[in-house]
């Protein structure tokens, strides 16, 4: 996938701070620090472009990226940090119900685990969620190369059985070997290819 542009349209909280144009985009989302910010970085080929947070947990925006003016990836908050309050996870639940419950140009949602650990109680609500709301989701297993290929089927089946997942699509990365993204972006692109989207891959 060649990326002629890529930039940051808005970091919204309210629904009316979304972008209206009926670009379609698909989500990422995930527990602090699983590497959302990470993968975004590794599928654009830009070392520093998606925000990381200096503070995990804190961050209560989501982040419109658009990129070659066709589509956006959407960054929505992490989720899952011990040291946040009731009130702060409160805040982001409201967040993240305000963006899934009525978002049509929402394509599908990329859920992002760490590959090494069973996925939390939390990754399974989060899953629970996007299942509920109707979307299609992409199961994305970061930190691959923090174990070797030959336990790869091991650790996909305990996150497909934590999840109960049924036919969704395992896709392993690695932001530091670069590995595993040129398969995204085949997801990427076949799932907007399925929703009669247009895009432009060369």
Known sequence: MKIRSAEIVVSAVNRDQYPNEGIPEIAFVGRSNVGKSSSINSLLNRRQFARVSQTPGKTRTINFYLINKEFYFVDLPGYGYAKVSKTEKASWGKIMERYLSRRKELCNIFLLVDIRHEPTNDDKAMYDWIKYYGYDCTIVATKADKISRGK?????????????????????????????????????????????YNITVD
């Open 152 to 196: 790869y089927q091991k650790h996909l089946s305990i996150i497909r059985k934590k999840l109960g997942l049924s036919d969704e699509k395992i896709i392993p990365v690695s932001s530091l070997k670069k590995t595993g993204f040129d398969d995204l972006w085949n997801e990427i692109i076949n799932i907007y290819t399925e929703k009669g």
